[in-house]
């Protein structure tokens, strides 16, 4: 995601900011900027690569000489396409506040009515440039408060997630920070400080750190830094040392981008919901197809169509969608969709779901869909791909970059977003609002209970053991875990090469229960609800033919260790939300499979991210 370097001390601060931007590139971004002072203010921001901006710097760089501080960001969009005015840092009107901005500002589009009533000219679609102009308002209104003051009020109207910093040449010799949501750490040098939103930057300067904390504010100037609460409470912080490697670091303390972005998937979740779920109010608010709304509630058919993992989060979709909003729905392949002649007319909604925005067979099939005068909408991840950009509505999943090949954290995002578009698509309509009120409640829990299975990371590589010389692997699952059972298949054999296969449960009698011996793991997903028994009862076929299970069972379930030895709980949830849960350990265990048989995980061989060819 979005990633911060701020710098203060006595060195040419450009060049040292412009090497954080290139430790700070692992992230994923779409363009990049820096403001410093020197006097006054000087900023220079560019769409696309940290060279770009490095190109800039070349040609009108002299202009940044002499200056000891300031801060850079790379972006990775959330609101407003990737462009050279998107791109942070943001400035107030009078060009003499700079801020840069990690995270949402879930109240930004009421905060931007207000302050252009008042006469504030933005110049970009970010949530984030709201927070420069609302600074300089207050600090404009109270002279006295200073920038830290005025940072500090204007957090005070902010709901969603910051980190930010913010320099200003009217007080050049400090810079302040602060963080909700968004991390940031402060490296300690000799008369220098860093500022980061990770220590990739700040590893090759110092090994000493202070994290700060959700809801803290720093001051730092160029001997000193001074951490309180946003309520301006002084705070006393730890100083950390930093024992990591820089290439660790990157990938968040974790061996693998995968890992790290399983393990992101909690903070993930709730930045797709944030600002667009309210649990009490029964509301869900998406801005994105928000006007299309009605048009949605009508159509006398979805289709979903996507690719790979994307597909299978369009199948939860089908069960979600037809459970509660009751509109039929049908699941495409995007590469059948668009070979098949399909009957698509202006009473459909086509949904194309992607990750990257890019899939070529997504892309035909949305053209298609479009020529034959449906309406289409996207749920993507990456902002301002061409997909979004060739729909006609659509909702972004805000999982933010997805490093390694196989997808994970897209996949629940996907998932959530999905969920929430049946909430949205039922109100009013097929349930009540009590029964949205308690189906959000359920979705909004389901971060907390992610965290508690990714604790059982341990047990589940002792299970991944007993798995990793298979040549096979089954995976079985009923009702909502049947598309889970797809995805935990595909996961496996992408990043191990065992070949694996998901089944409805009930359908390995039709064919696959031939396969089952001695040599064939099942993997079952047999979580508590409506088809509990029956899959008991395929547990049972699978055991009486020698073959070796392993259960996701639910917690609290005893009765299944009567069958196996291998479970893994998941925390109780209602049926709907189950397969944000269930996936959870399945991706877990084709993540330590695959490395227990050595295998390149985050660069699957014949795979590519981004599958822009037929
Ligand atoms: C599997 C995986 C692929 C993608 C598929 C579609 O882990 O990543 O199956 O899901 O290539 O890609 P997007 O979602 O970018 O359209």
Redesign the pocket.
Known sequence: MCGIIGYIGRREAAPLLLNGLKRLEYRGYDSAGMAVLNGSMKMLKKKGSVSNLEELLNVSGTVMLGATVGIAHTRWATHGDPSDRNAHPHMNVSDDIALIHNGIIENYSTLKQELMAEGYEFESDTDSEVLVHLIDRIWKNDLALGLEGSVRHALRHVDGAYGICVVSSREPDKIVVARKGSPLVIGLGDGEFFIASDAAPIVEHTNKVVYLSDGEMAVVTRDNYTVKTIENVEQQKRVTELDFSLEKIEKGGFEHFMLKEIFEQPEVMRDVMRGRVRVEEGLVQLGGIHDYLDRLKQAKRIVIC??????HAGLIGEYLIEEFARIPVEVDYASEFRYRNPIVSADDVVIV???????AD?LAALRLAKEKGAMVMGICNVVGSTIPRETLCGMYTHAGPEVG???TK?FTAQVIVLFMLAMALSKGRTISHEEIRLNLRELADVPDKVARILEQNDAIKEIAVKLKDARNALYLGRGYNFPVALEGA??LK?ISYIHAEGYPAAEMKHGPIALIDEDMPVIVIATRDNTYAKILSNIEEVRSRKGRVIAIASEGDREIERLTKDVIYIPQASAAVLPLLTVIPLQLLSYHVATLRGCNVDRPRNLA???TVE
Do not use: R
């Open positions: 996507a690719c790979g993992t994307s597909w779901i992607s990750q990257s925005g890019e899939t997504t090949v196989a997808s897209a595909l996961k992408e991210k981004s599958v």
